[in-house]
């Protein structure tokens, strides 16, 4: 079935992740343990098939139009725009394969959506090997989404919330994220200081220390608590620095 679905795509020149890219994100779903999967863009199935087909344990939200059958129950079709998609559930990898253009949207869009030691991975991160050449793209539709992709791979390069993995050589060029262990620890340092330090006022408000008064306690615990409000919303969830 798989293999028909290819031969399909390609009659119809429909775009499917590349034998070795799809091998590789095969071989990290194994290695990683993961079961529930959000799939942004499905084209005809093929790879939400083939990761299906890894497990009878792993479950796929795929977004955009499927060709399936046998694996309805375990393969979760949604029809409707990607931007227009909204979930509460926290996924083990959330695999993008739709509009080059709007991966710096979905990363933003999806990043919440990712478990804690989630992966998030991209095709088409060289796009045919044009981001080595843009100045020679003739076609100006084609030649500022390269301009884009590379704006992409740069701006991840440089954000310091992921362990980040470049494999241009593997496929169509992929890009595997991962959140950075380092700023999720700094962050809960920081938050463990202030919860500690506003216990400590709580149970000294009505104490003179080190020189401050009643008021001044009160407006530092409040400072200390708003400060506490911070690092709880949604900022803390994003990494955001």
Do not use: C, W
């Not at 949207?105 to 991975?121: A, H, R, S, T, V």
């Not at 962050?187 to 009643?214: P, T």
């Amino acid at each position: 079935m798989i293999e028909y679905i290819k031969q399909k795509a390609k009659s119809n020149r429909v775009p499917i992740i590349k034998d070795g890219g799809l091998l590789y994100l095969e071989d990290l779903i194994k290695k990683n343990n993961v079961k529930s999967i959000l799939e942004l863009g499905t084209a005809v199935g093929y790879s939400a098939i083939a990761m299906a087909g890894l497990s009878e344990d792993i479950y796929i939200d795929t977004i955009e139009k499927i060709e399936a059958e046998g694996l309805d129950e375990r393969i979760n079709v949604i029809f409707m725009p990607i931007e227009n998609f909204k979930t509460d559930k926290k996924y083990d990898l959330i695999f993008v394969d739709a509009a080059k253009a709007q991966y710096p949207k979905y990363l933003e869009q999806f990043l919440g959506n990712l478990e804690k030691d989630g992966i998030m991975f991209f095709d088409n991160m060289v796009f045919h090997g044009m981001i080595y050449h843009p100045e020679t793209i003739k076609n100006r539709s084609t030649r500022a989404l390269v301009r884009k992709i590379l704006n992409f791979r740069k701006n991840v390069a440089n954000d310091n919330r992921f362990d980040i993995i470049f494999e241009d050589n593997v496929g169509d060029g992929l890009l595997i994220l991962r959140r950075r262990k380092a700023v999720e620890s700094k962050q809960e340092a920081l938050l463990g200081f202030v919860e500690a330090a506003k216990s400590y006022l709580d149970r000294h408000m009505d104490e003179r220390i080190q020189g401050l008064n009643f008021e001044d306690m009160s407006i530092l615990h409040d400072e200390l608590k708003a400060t506490q409000d911070v690092f709880n919303s949604d900022n803390l969830e994003k990494g955001h620095r």
